[in-house]
T-cell receptor, first 116, second 113 residues
Framework: DTAVSQTPKYLVTQMGNDKSIKCEQN?????MYWYKQDSKKFLKIMFS???????INETVPNRFSPKSPDKAHLNLHINSLELGDSAVYFC???????????????FGPGTRLTVL | AQSVTQLGSHVSVSEGALVLLRCNYS??????LFWYVQYPNQGLQLLLK??????LVKGINGFEAEFKKSETSFHLTKPSAHMSDAAEYFC???????????FGSGTRLSIRP
């Protein structure tokens, strides 16, 4: 019954590795997001997809590549992981972009990524 | 462009005391304003939102916030704190023309027994 789910919950890996985080929402929403929360709890949007189309792409290194196979899934692939990538990554969804700006975004439980 | 400032990265109150978490926003057009709560090791959950209707907004868990245009503020209050209110609270702003929601830096609320 989980609305927005992410896997894995924890991810520990070495510098230079490539890893993926998966996100799925069962709310029937059209828009999905990836956020990064650093160690100071600062939350910053990275990407947003609406019906599988990229609509927000913040200043994020090219090593980060989102992929949306369908509107219920938005995965995040990270190449050549660096120490600074250590953070909690949150997936979220909203009914659509317009309502997502004025109504609720539903957040997943987060994926804690630790790069050693 | 919009921005939001949360005053106080950490607020500590006694159980049963008033909770007041401060948020000031900047927006050149009418804003949408939100308060989200993040419990330990969980995602964010919407507490309440202001989208140009009533200026006093009531949310879940007994929280409420008042939109004051003259003060560009949207402070979050609760009359009586419970231990279960201990969490991180985020104020956020958006507009009808914005492409995204901008989050504040968060305020950690601690409750003393």
């Amino acid at each position: 019954d989980t609305a927005v789910s992410q896997t894995p919950k924890y991810l520990v890996t070495q510098m230079g590795n490539d890893k993926s985080i998966k996100c799925e929402q069962n709310l029937g929403h059209d828009t999905m997001y990836w956020y990064k929360q650093d160690s100071k709890k600062f939350l910053k949007i990275m990407f947003s997809y609406n019906n599988k189309e990229l609509i927000i792409n913040e200043t994020v290194p090219n090593r980060f590549s989102p992929k949306s196979p369908d509107k219920a899934h938005l995965n995040l692939h990270i190449n050549s992981l660096e120490l600074g990538d250590s953070a909690v990554y949150f997936c979220a969804s909203s009914q659509d972009l317009a309502t997502g700006k004025k109504n609720e975004q539903f957040f997943g439980p987060g994926t804690r990524l630790t790069v050693l | 462009a919009q921005s939001v400032t949360q005053l106080g990265s950490h607020v500590s109150v006694s159980e049963g005391a008033l909770v007041l978490l401060r948020c000031n926003y900047s927006s050149s057009v009418p804003p949408y304003l939100f308060w989200y709560v993040q419990y330990p090791n969980q995602g964010l959950q919407l507490l309440l939102k202001y989208t140009s209707a009533a200026t006093l907004v009531k949310g879940i868990n007994g929280f409420e916030a008042e939109f004051k245009k003259s003060e560009t503020s949207f402070h979050l209050t609760k009359p009586s704190a419970h231990m279960s209110d201990a969490a991180e609270y985020f104020c956020a702003v958006s507009t009808s023309s914005a492409s995204k929601i901008i989050f504040g830096s968060g305020t950690r609320l601690s409750i003393r027994p």
